[in-house]
């Protein structure tokens, strides 16, 4: 079994700061690509940020100049570091990976449970 668990969301006052991390668990052959979406009520769920595995990353543009995103190729660790928070970012944010397991030949996709996120203004 693979499972992405997630940690770190919480309660910030606007301009505060977040640090976000997901664990890719189980059995794992390699991962190509890994990302955080987020989802606010009623709301479809977005593309916060990502990053392949040759190191490249994308950003909404939201986000960019306050979200950093990183990744432990050694430990299948993601993170996601929030700075200068806004009311706007309030959401559920969602790790997804794209994981090749032993002895499979095809790739599948994983999500985490979500962690909530909640900036107060």
């Known amino acids: 079994q693979v499972q992405l668990v997630e940690s770190g969301g919480g309660l910030v006052q606007s301009g505060g700061s977040l640090r976000l991390s997901c664990a890719a668990t189980?059995?794992?052959?390699?991962?190509?690509?890994m990302g955080w979406y987020r989802q606010a009520p009623g709301k479809q769920r977005d593309l916060v940020a990502d990053?392949?595995?040759?190191?490249?990353?994308s950003y909404h543009d939201s986000v960019k100049g306050r979200f950093s995103i990183s990744r432990d190729i050694a430990k299948n660790t993601l993170t996601l570091q929030m700075d200068n928070l806004k009311p706007e970012d309030t959401a559920v944010y969602y790790c997804?990976?794209?994981?090749?397991?032993?002895?499979?030949?095809?790739?599948?996709?994983?999500w985490g449970q979500g962690t909530q996120v909640t900036v107060s203004s």
């Open positions: 997804n990976a794209h994981i090749l397991r032993p002895y499979n030949v095809n790739w599948r996709e994983y």
């Open positions: 990053i392949r595995s040759g190191g490249s990353t």
């Open positions: 189980g059995s794992i052959l390699t991962i190509n690509y």
